[in-house]
């Protein structure tokens, strides 16, 4: 009985029938003969309710429902979630589902409308964007089922509690490892860039794919194997790549439901998937007050999952970044000049003055490339037209802080350290663009 109240539920139309009888029995008050018909209404209503209630709760399992999701989700993507909903009523059905998703999406209105035919399966799917990292839990699969009369509603609960990891792009780490496979890097945004006195050394003979220079052929091979072979090369010395992420209060910054260390995060990941396809050495530092991670630089099969499982952890404590201790590890802990690639953002030009000596000291012994962020929501300010006087003072005040941005990238420059000022979501592309323009140059 117990059960039979927390599923059973009566449809809107119960209560506006139920309504118009009791507007019936006031006027029969006056009209003595339209009671006999209200009672009549009641009667026939209990009746349809009755018959409606015995279809659809004689059956015990007359729906099942099943979640199928991958056991992690990529942060800043589109991930794929399913629901599998049999109906084992011999009838059709109307269901609304309710998948209790997890908190971090704030969906409190998540509802989804089908119609299920007579002993049918249909799959329902949906995606979900996650913006931050960490584990969501999904809790149960809530489907409301009508019967045939529209009267009487039944709610069928199905437990399917299911954590999910969300870590750091590694949708977006693929496609840029298909594209730096077959060369084809351009077709994201990458720019192709000439390379410069570089020395190329022979690997190994391989089957010819599609998107190999056909002028790497080896004829021989091929008249032997009776199948087109190619010479596959690779550069004669690996470099080092080391990503430096700033956990500081300052990358904390929102931009599209994602805070900036989690783009810096993503474009991380990618770049050093693409250096580890190019056969050099990715390695990983992440620092605020202390050094949280250092991850030596390696080009072994398991360094991307490696990465990607230490970014996955990373956290915030909103302190000062100590750009100090970063050097203090840098110059002891990397031995080889290597390319550091540094994730931060500062928002004036003091904020940079005080941590020059610091990157000036780095660059004396590495190739060091500082990434920062525009600020895109001073851009759409000086867009914008402005046509009142607060208008014009605010766009004047924006137009400062962005040419104080375009002042830092020269003195960055002035002190012989390269730098992107790049948007969040163009920030893969430029740092990957600006990777390999400095690969293909002379000896870093």
């Known amino acids: 009985m117990k059960e039979l109240v927390r599923t059973f539920y009566l449809n ?7 309504g ?3 507007v019936i029995f006031v006027a029969s008050y006056f009209f003595p003969l ?8 009641l009667i026939l209503l209990g009746l349809l309710v009755l018959l409606d209630a015995l279809l659809i709760f004689i059956k015990k399992d007359g729906v099942f429902a099943k979640r199928h999701l991958s056991d992690r989700f990529s942060i800043g993507d589109e991930n794929n979630v399913s629901v599998q909903i049999q ?12 998948d209790e998703l997890p908190a971090q999406f704030q969906e409190r209105n998540w509802k989804r409308k089908i119609i299920l035919t007579g002993l049918s399966a249909y799959t329902l799917e949906y995606k979900l964007r996650p913006v931050t990292r960490g584990e969501y839990v999904f809790h149960d699969i809530n489907i409301y089922v009508q019967g045939p009369l529209r009267i009487v509603i039944r709610r069928f609960i199905f437990e399917q509690k299911q954590t999910v ?48 220079d056909y002028r790497t052929i080896n004829w021989k091979a091929t008249g032997r194997k009776a199948e087109l072979m190619v010479n596959n090369y690779t550069d004669e010395r690996s470099q080092q790549i080391y990503c430096l992420i700033n956990k500081g209060r300052v990358m904390k910054m929102p931009f599209d439901g994602m805070s900036l260390l989690d783009y810096a995060i993503n474009a991380s990941l990618v770049l050093s998937n693409v250096a580890l396809v190019r056969q ?15 991850l030596l630089a390696d080009k072994k099969p398991a360094q991307t999952n490696t990465i990607l499982e230490t970014l996955y952890n990373q956290q915030t404590d909103f302190l000062e970044a100590d750009f100090e201790k970063l050097y203090s590890v840098v110059r002891n802990r990397i031995t080889n000049r290597s390319l550091l690639v540094l994730f931060t953002n500062f928002e004036s030009p003091e904020s940079l003055q005080r941590e020059m ?9 590495h190739l060091l490339l500082v990434v920062f962020f525009e600020n895109t929501g001073l851009k759409k300010i000086t867009d914008h037209q402005a046509d009142t006087l607060e208008g014009i003072y605010i766009r004047t005040i924006a137009e400062k802080f962005a040419y104080e941005k375009r002042l830092m990238v020269k003195e960055l420059y002035k002190n012989g350290i390269p730098c992107i000022l790049t948007t969040p979501e163009n920030l893969t592309v430029n740092t990957i663009n600006k990777y390999l323009e400095l690969k293909n140059k002379l000896s870093i």
């Open 165 to 212: 990891k969300v870590y750091p792009s590694f949708i977006q780490m693929r496609r840029y490892q298909l594209l730096a496979v077959s060369n084809k890097l351009q077709e994201a945004g990458v720019e192709r860039i000439r390379k410069l006195g570089h020395s190329m050394e022979f690997e190994q003979i391989k089957e010819y794919v599609r998107g190999d």
């Open 357 to 365: 000596p610091a990157l000036r000291r780095i660059a004396k012994y």
């Open 87 to 98: 109906n084992n009523y011999n009838f059709n059905i109307r269901a609304a589902v309710i």
């Open 20 to 22: 118009v009888a009791s």
């Open 12 to 18: 809107k139309i119960v209560y506006y029938i139920a």
């Open 34 to 41: 339209l009671f006999r018909a209200g009672i009549l209404i």
């Open 280 to 294: 050099d050495k990715a390695g990983l530092i992440t620092f605020e007050k202390n050094i949280d991670s250092f």
